[in-house]
């Protein structure tokens, strides 16, 4: 168990729609790092914040957008959902402010199912 | 443009044997590069980090090295079990991003 929650496991949705993962990082940890892994694409990098800031950014999506709460939570926002957003969406939390990435700790995952 | 190279062939291997994977990188200067294993379904989990100024580390039956001249990294997993099989993920970030950006991986199989 690497202390880091994602919610919910499984989703499964219609084109078109919005959805909203969660994810709670381990106890300390200020890092919050967003990644999804599909088949053809491996794990790739979406979003991270650091203490409530933003930090850096990979190729996420217009359609995409993230935040982190001031208790340290995150949460994803998948909107005008396409056939081709269905993947595992990993959360990933650590202890280094960003700019000195140590190991991350990876969550579970949520598995999107877009319909 | 970044790249990171992990072999996209799965690597098998007979129990006992040593299994060493590869990752190659291009126009990136990364001040660290991880390794992390990943089982089918799961999250990824760490294994080894190693500095841009580190030749070699080691950690029970892994070892990993990092030659930034060559801009690769092999990963060494000696006398190898079938619960060794899995997906290795090679990672890499840079002293000045947040970013840490993982390769394809590599699948390794262990045949008892």
């Known amino acids: 168990d690497s202390g880091v929650t994602q919610t919910p496991k499984h989703l499964i949705t219609a084109t078109g729609q919005r959805v909203t993962l969660r994810c709670s990082p381990r106890?300390?940890?200020?890092?919050v790092y967003w990644y999804q892994q599909s088949l053809d694409q491996g794990l790739q990098f979406l979003i991270q914040?650091?203490?409530?800031?933003?930090?850096a950014k990979g190729n996420i999506l217009e359609r995409f957008s993230a935040q982190q709460f001031p208790d340290l939570h995150s949460e994803l926002n998948l909107s005008s959902l396409e056939l081709g957003d269905s993947a595992l969406y990993f959360c990933?939390?650590?202890?280094?402010?960003?700019?000195?990435?140590?190991?991350?700790?990876f969550g579970e995952g949520s598995r999107l199912t877009v319909l | 443009s970044q790249k990171i190279e992990q072999n996209s062939e799965a690597l098998n291997i007979q129990e006992g044997k040593t299994a060493t994977l590869t990752c190659n990188y291009t126009n990136y200067s990364p001040a660290y590069l991880q390794w992390y294993r990943q089982d089918p379904g799961r999250g990824p989990v760490f294994l080894l980090l190693?500095?841009?100024?580190?030749k070699e580390k080691r950690k029970e039956r892994l070892k990993v090295t990092f030659d930034t001249t060559l801009k690769q990294s092999l990963f060494h997993i000696t006398a190898s079990q079938p619960a060794d099989s899995a997906t290795y993920l090679c990672a890499l970030s840079s002293s000045n991003t947040g970013k840490l950006i993982f390769g394809q991986g590599t699948t390794l199989q262990v045949k008892p």
């Open positions: 106890s300390g940890d200020l890092s």
């Open positions: 990933a939390s650590s202890t280094t402010p960003g700019g000195k990435t140590g190991e991350l700790f």
């Open positions: 914040y650091y203490n409530g800031e933003e930090r």
């Open positions: 190693i500095r841009e100024n580190e």
